[in-house]
């Protein structure tokens, strides 16, 4: 299990143990600038580049590895650890039971889709159900509200759509709204600096769930065009990284929105890849691809994830949320 806070936390190479600012100076020259590259360096390979000493360079690969979590594990350990992750209502009882029980934390879910398809709805629905207590699917404990961020690229946040959805379940609306710290983003790299503090914030204010509506807006306008995939993949890649290991680290739901064109190879690629291209998460993330039904109706489609039956549900989206079609 990742050690949550129980000893320093490895973040970055700097904080790994035999890594001093010449030696990681010369490690991200090498191309060695994150933890991941160093986890599945040899010890060969870093003592060359860097001239530590043998014995310095398996201990950066031990501590690095230690970070990530990787080593064996039992299949009982893996089973517990898929068990204690923690699951956030929607809304809909067709889309928590397409999930698997709701939206997991561990790992980042991405709802993705046309415009007006639904995403931050969901978003908004969920910076809401997070604060539901456990047994009526929130997160919230007797002796702690469960929160959420919310990161808006956008400008679509609307306080008025949290008031409704509280309103719902006979929550206070001004104590929920309390309970949400929005930050609108301004570009890309504000949003990852944004994300870089979370780190800070999140143990501090019990923070549960943290949404990024959308991921990918910023990202596409700044690197634009074919020629920029690639530079723009891999910043994006970074961020992702950076809330999977949010999610990991702190046992929070992350959900993160993309908004794809009809057309999305012309944008885009292609739309069944992840958004982020292939990121090495600890846990599957799920991916849930939204389309429009008749009037209020939206089906939720699960891509390919290896944990969760294939399928696709309905649910609906009215004036107090997310919720399922009448029968
Ligand atoms: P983009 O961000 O443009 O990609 O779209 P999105 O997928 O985020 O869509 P969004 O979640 O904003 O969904 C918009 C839809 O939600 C609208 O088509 C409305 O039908 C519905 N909606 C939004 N607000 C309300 C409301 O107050 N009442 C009801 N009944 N529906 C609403
Ligand atoms: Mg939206």
Not at 96 to 119: A, H, P, Q, R, V
Not at 198 to 206: A, G, H, Q, R, S
Not at 277 to 306: C, E, F, M, T, W
Request: glycine share 8%.
């Amino acid at each position: 299990m990742p050690s949550s806070g129980s000893k320093k936390e490895i973040r970055s190479i700097t904080d790994l143990p035999g890594v001093g600012p010449s030696t990681a100076n010369k490690l991200i020259e090498a191309g060695y600038s994150t933890i991941e590259a160093i986890a599945v360096a040899t010890p060969h390979e870093l003592a060359a580049v860097t001239g530590i000493p043998l014995a310095t360079a398996q201990r950066i690969i031990k501590a690095a590895r230690e970070a990530l979590d990787i080593r064996f594990k039992t299949a009982l350990e893996l089973k517990k650890e898929r068990m204690a992750a923690k699951k956030i209502t929607t809304g809909s009882r067709n889309l928590d039971s397409l999930l698997g029980g709701g939206i997991e934390t561990k790992t980042i879910t991405e709802f993705f889709g046309e415009f007006g398809t639904g995403k931050t709805q969901i978003c908004h629905q969920l910076a809401v159900n997070v604060q539901l207590p456990v047994e009526k699917g929130g997160l919230s404990t007797p002796d702690r509200v469960a929160k959420a961020v919310y990161i808006d690229t956008e400008g679509t946040f609307r306080w008025e759509r949290i008031e409704a959805m509280a309103k719902r379940w006979g929550l206070d609306p001004d104590q929920v709204m309390e309970n949400i710290l929005y930050i609108r983003a301004i570009n890309s790299d504000h949003q990852m600096a944004i994300v870089d503090e979370l780190f800070n914030i999140v143990p501090k204010e019990n923070i549960k769930l943290v949404v990024v509506d959308s991921v990918t807006s910023h990202f596409r306008a700044e690197y634009p065009g074919r020629e920029n995939l690639a530079a723009r993949q891999q910043k994006l890649n970074r961020h992702l990284h950076q809330l999977a290991k949010l999610a990991e680290i702190y046992d929070l739901a992350v959900v993160v929105t993309n908004q794809v064109m009809a057309r999305p190879d012309v944008f885009y690629g292609d739309p069944t890849q992840p958004v982020g291209g292939h990121v090495l998460y600890h846990a599957p993330g799920v991916r849930v691809q939204l389309r429009r039904s008749r009037g209020n109706k939206r089906i939720a489609r699960i891509v390919d994830a290896p944990h969760l039956p294939e399928g696709e549900t309905v649910f609906v989206i009215t004036d107090y949320g997310i919720d399922d079609p009448e029968e």
